[in-house]
């Protein structure tokens, strides 16, 4: 029986979805939760139903990316450096909760409380390449054993968790990444639907997201997927302020479309064997206009059988179900699943392919 205390890093989208969607599980208590200007922690348990309605369209410092001066802000071992530029995301946030406390270092003042804490879902910008794998240090330096989660998606993030397995397996740290739908559930469809082959020739992920009435809630995520287009890095859209994001978004008629991102799916397709990282693709379409998904999200994967025949498996996504289902029920189904390793004495860097979330 599952019976599992976990903290949230990070109060935007993500963050707050996470929170909300645990509420519907059986065996997970959230027990903490920080943002940029405040923590907020009840070792029997959080008020979910009045956090989120205090933190509603009143983000603060959201975790979900927006600006630089906001990721230093969340990594509270540094000192905001001044590059601030204003924007969507500096609300009251969790201090407008009853259950919310303002303080200085959020992330230092969880890792205190983390003794009695199984598990941490790092629900926080990865604007700058190392930040996840920093606060992951962070939690080995302060002897946290438990599991550590995140939601992460760029490719070189997996090899920067990997230079650090040492300290994580020798702290007693589970630490999953890229946790979230792709890489995260897609990823582990992919390695389902690869079993029918001996040989896996092509691994192909294409999603769909509609974004209208979701955008407030994302813009985080679409920060991050604007540093994916032709003429974008991940430092000039961490520099950019919300009108240029606007323009951008304008200039394509509120549709983006991505093609070959650089999404750690191959990386951990690869680690887990399946296939050559080469192998695999990840692009999608994100339409800012509407809320219906623009196209079917479908993971197609090619491959030959042991009898001689070469096939496709498709696995897709029902168009009914958001970005929000699907990214936060599977980062809770690999949470549950890691801290049943980490009880069982398994440390060390996971990813979606090597695991079979719980439910
Ligand atoms: C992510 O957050 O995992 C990546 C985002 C795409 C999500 C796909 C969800 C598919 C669906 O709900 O059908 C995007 C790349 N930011």
Avoid at 298 to 316: A, I, K, L, S
Wanted: overall charge negative.
């Amino acid at each position: 029986m599952d019976d599992i205390n976990f903290a949230v890093l990070g109060t935007g989208g993500i963050g707050r979805r996470t929170l909300e969607v645990s509420t519907h599980k059986d065996g997970l208590t959230p027990v903490a939760a920080c943002d940029r200007h405040g923590v907020a922690v009840n070792h029997d348990g959080l008020d979910v139903a009045e956090l989120l309605d205090a933190t509603e369209g009143n983000i603060a410092g959201d975790g979900t990316g927006d600006t630089d001066s906001e990721t230093r802000a969340n990594d509270d071992r540094v000192t905001d450096g001044g590059t601030a530029v204003k924007q969507h995301g500096d609300g009251a946030g969790i201090v407008a909760s009853t259950q919310g406390t303002p303080t200085e270092t959020p992330i230092d003042d969880i890792i205190d409380e983390s003794e009695d804490i199984d598990a941490v879902l790092l629900a926080l910008p990865n604007l700058e390449h190392d930040f996840i794998p920093r606060i992951a240090e962070r939690f080995a330096d302060a002897e946290f054993e438990g599991v550590l989660i995140d939601v992460l998606k760029r490719s070189r993030v997996i090899g920067m968790l990997d230079e650090r397995e040492a300290t994580l397996t020798d702290a007693g740290i589970t630490f999953v990444c890229g946790a979230g739908a792709t890489p995260g559930l897609l990823t582990g469809a992919a390695a389902l639907a690869a079993q029918s082959f001996v040989e896996v020739e092509e691994v192909e992920i294409w999603w769909g997201v509609g974004l209208k009435s979701g955008y407030e809630d994302n813009r985080g995520t679409v920060r991050e997927d604007i540093a994916h287009l032709d003429g974008y890095d991940i430092e000039t859209a961490r520099e950019m302020d919300e009108s240029e994001i606007e323009a951008v978004i304008e200039a394509h008629d509120g549709v983006l479309e991505f093609d070959d991102m650089e999404h750690a799916d191959d990386v951990l397709l690869e680690r887990a064997g399946i296939c050559d990282g080469d192998d695999v693709t990840v692009g999608g379409v994100l339409d800012i206009r509407q809320d219906e998904k623009p196209t079917t999200t479908t993971v197609r994967v090619t491959g030959r059988t042991f009898d001689g025949e070469r096939g496709t498996n498709t696995f897709q996504l029902d168009d009914a179900t958001s970005m929000a289902a699907n990214v936060n029920g599977p980062a809770l189904g690999y949470l549950k699943a890691a801290v049943r390793r980490n009880r069982a004495g398994d440390y060390g860097v996971f990813g979606p392919a090597e695991l079979m979330p719980g439910f």
